[in-house]
């Protein structure tokens, strides 16, 4: 039953997303450190919503959740236990209702093996480890740099979905053939191949977005191609995900994933864009035929 609710919040969570981007009253709901509107002048009904900042530091909040959450999954998996025979109805039963136990706790959607399991919790352990530090000592946050309330609350949502999901579909009691393991096998290589290569990337890019003046426009590696070549790394890495597991759920979470960094690149895209366009103006080199942008917004070559 619960994991069957996750998976109505993140088809909700990717509506709200497309209901904003297409709403003008909400898109500011998209905006967040140098794409946020350096003033407000909303005076609707929602004008309280322009109020609801935290800093954008606190995104490191996500990175140390998926860390403790997901180092608890390889502890429970190495000790041989899982959810359902930690949580059973007759353990609890004097705390919980059994009905509430059994109804929250019920047979998973969809099962999934020990080795899945524990692939892609370690998976999970080394991203929520090297974000954690890239926050810490690498990224630069501004004091003024601000991100939306509803967005913190969305990255809590998520980081704790994608560590619940695969602890509630691992059971104990899960069978797996030898074609289904052969299978989960060669998953597992290409997933670690893919989320190996995007990781590294992605520290790259993070330290080179980190030396850059303020606001200017990274330019190496991917960043030749796309503005946002660290989104892109952070597809392929749930991407990986989605490779180990092959559920539903873990698409759904891939499509999530997808629909909420490309509206945001898009959003950062157009914030480039419009700077270059003042940069050349201010040198002289402005046109009456506006230039074509020489790079894309998140996918090399095609987006």
């Not at 109505?8 to 509506?15: D, G, H, L």
């Not at 704790?160 to 009691?173: A, E, K, Q």
């Not at 995900?241 to 157009?270: C, F, H, P, Q, R």
Request: hydrophobic share 40%; aromatic share 16%; charged share 15%.
């Amino acid at each position: 039953m619960l994991d069957k609710l996750i998976n109505v919040c993140f088809s909700t969570a990717i509506i709200c997303v497309f209901l904003a981007k297409f709403s003008p009253k909400l898109q500011f709901l998209l905006k967040y450190g140098k794409t946020l509107p350096k003033t407000n002048t909303e005076t609707s009904q929602l004008s309280f919503l322009h109020k609801l900042y935290v800093p954008k530091s606190w995104f490191t909040h996500f990175y140390v959740l998926d860390f403790f959450l997901s180092l608890t999954n390889l502890i429970i998996i190495i000790s041989g236990n899982s959810i359902y025979t930690l949580i059973s109805p007759s353990r609890i039963s004097q705390f919980v209702p059994t009905q509430l136990t059994e109804l929250m706790l019920g047979e998973p959607a969809e099962k999934i093996t020990k080795l899945q399991f524990l692939a892609v919790s370690l998976l999970s352990l080394a991203q929520g480890t090297r974000r954690t530090y890239e926050c810490l000592y690498v990224s630069k946050f501004y004091k003024k740099s601000m991100i939306h309330l509803s967005h913190y609350l969305v990255g809590w949502f998520f980081y704790t979905s994608i560590n619940l999901m695969p602890l509630l579909s691992y059971h104990p009691d899960s069978n797996s053939n030898e074609d289904t393991v052969k299978m989960s096998i060669i998953r597992l290589v290409l997933a670690f191949i893919a989320y190996s290569w995007s990781s590294l990337d992605q520290f790259r890019n993070h330290k080179h977005l980190a030396h850059l003046v303020k606001y200017n426009r990274p330019q190496r590696g991917l960043f030749k191609y796309v503005c946002c070549a660290h989104y892109f790394d952070e597809i392929i890495v749930y991407f990986s995900y989605a490779l180990i597991l092959g559920t539903k759920y873990s698409m759904l979470i891939l499509a999530w994933v997808i629909v909420d960094l490309g509206i945001s690149a898009n959003e950062t895209y157009k914030f480039y864009v419009l700077q270059e366009g003042r940069v050349d103006e201010k040198k002289g080199k402005g046109s009456k035929e506006p230039k074509a942008p020489s790079f894309g917004r998140i996918v090399p070559f095609v987006y």
